[in-house]
Each structure stands twice: as C-alpha cells, then as structure tokens.
C-alpha cells in the first residue's frame, strides 16, 4: 500500500518514532491548500470491536497547520487490502465523509493538550459513529 500512496505524493512516515519530518511536510501542505489524508490508527484494523491505539499525530497537524479535519470512515477497505498481501484487489469499498472539526470547536477553558486530547477523541469518535453506520448499510462488510 505504502507504494500506491507514494505514487500519488504520499508522505512517507516512520512509524512508532516523533516524526517531526512528516509533521513539517503534512503542515507545509496543508499551508499550500492541499488536503491531507491520514490514517490515525496507523494499520489495518481487523475488527470493528477493537479500538485501536490512536496516534494523535492528525491532531498536532491540524493544529500546526490550522486547518479544520474531516473525518472519514472507510468500510470495505480489508477487502481491497487485505493484510499481508501486496496488491490491492478490484473490489468494491464504501466511504463517507463528515462534518468537519476545528480546535477551535473544544471548549475554551481547556488547556493547550487538554484541547488537543477532546479534538482527537471527538474526531476518532465521528469516524467509528460513521464507520458502524456504514459497515450496518453493507453487512459483511469491514
């Protein structure tokens, strides 16, 4: 997969480290008007029961580039990349888009990572409320 997102200007990220490249990078472009596409979970998730460890990286870019987050959820998407395997799929996956989400929105008596902590949790919380949604339109489906 990390191939397919490089050929259409993908930034690349070392997982598991403070990247402060690929944070610099995705805030330079945001600053450029372009949009962003992160995946906060950082993997594939297997299940829709488990709630994976959310890297808040989108938050801190969000904020560095003050630009607002639209949450999206993906369903289907194991089916095209299933892990473990290198190629994707031609198959069928269904996304949705929300309302989008400022830091500004937190409330205002919240510190600095206090807001960034509420930002992170309403956005993750936005996309598994869409995510479950979409995944019940289309049984089967993850």
Partial sequence: VRWAFSRVGGIPVERGTADMKCLRAAQHALQRGEDVLIFPEGTRI???EIKPE??????????MGKAPVNPLAICGWSDITPAGKKLMRPK???IRAGK?????????????KERLAWFESE??????AMRDDLCAEHPGRF
Avoid: N, T
């Fill in 46 to 48: 297997r299940s829709r």
């Fill in 54 to 63: 959310v890297h808040g990286g989108f938050a801190l870019i969000a904020q």
């Fill in 92 to 94: 069928k996956c269904w």
């Fill in 100 to 112: 989008a989400i400022s830091l500004s929105d937190a409330p205002a008596e919240l510190k600095r």
């Fill in 123 to 128: 956005a993750m919380s936005r996309v598994y």
